[in-house]
């Protein structure tokens, strides 16, 4: 069974940095495509960022270009969220997913992601 925890979340002000992580287990997870999303308030659960399993290729949503950062460290089976130069607007719950199935491209579709984290809040004041 596949089992994802993320961790790293909390309150910073805006302009500050956070490193969310997750861990995983219960599969092989070198071979599975990794994601983060996240969830506001009265929103969708919005696509942030992807790693392919061999972290060559990532994906990012538009907004979070240039300030985050996806990496992943398969050894270990985590995957790394760096969030610099946070604005209010990236205040919300983030959750790790992986996906379904091996993935050639780092999806954002999260109906593509069978396992998923219980999240992390990250709320940014300003």
């Known amino acids: 069974q596949v089992q994802l925890a993320e961790s790293g979340g909390g309150l910073v002000q805006a302009g500050g940095s956070l490193r969310l992580s997750c861990a995983a287990s219960g599969r092989t997870f070198s071979a599975y495509v990794v994601g983060w999303f996240r969830q506001a308030p009265g929103t969708e659960r919005e696509f942030v960022a992807a790693i392919r399993s061999s972290s060559s290729w990532q994906d990012y949503t538009d907004s979070v270009k240039g300030r985050f950062t996806i990496s992943r460290d398969n050894a270990k089976n985590m995957v790394y969220l760096q969030m610099n130069s946070l604005k209010p607007e990236d205040t919300a719950v983030y959750y790790c997913?992986?996906?379904?199935?091996?993935?050639?491209?780092?999806?954002?579709?999260?109906?593509?992601?069978?396992?998923w984290g219980q999240g992390t809040q990250v709320t940014v004041s300003s």
């Open positions: 997913a992986q996906a379904r199935h091996d993935y050639y491209y780092p999806t954002r579709f999260a109906g593509d992601y069978g396992y």
